[in-house]
């Protein structure tokens, strides 16, 4: 339900959006230093893999 006096406010625009309340979820995002750790590991493992295909090549 929404007042009358809300909606002659908002200039009688009946659309859902204007009154549907937005609930925003807040995200945890890991400390930059372990994403960059994370990404270090992964830069290893795909030099390592390169590393043995070089040689498969040879």
């Known amino acids: 339900m929404v ?4 909606i002659a ?4 625009d009946l ?3 204007r009154y549907k309340e937005i ?3 807040a995200v ?3 400390p930059p230093l372990q994403i960059l750790d ?8 795909i030099q390592q893999g390169m ?4 040689e498969m090549l040879q």
């Open 3 to 6: 007042p009358k006096a809300e």
């Open 9 to 12: 406010a908002n200039g009688y």
């Open 15 to 17: 659309s859902i959006n």
């Open 23 to 25: 609930v925003y979820e």
């Open 28 to 30: 945890a995002y890991d």
């Open 38 to 45: 994370e990404l270090a590991a992964l830069e290893a493992e």
């Open 51 to 54: 590393a043995e295909l070089r």
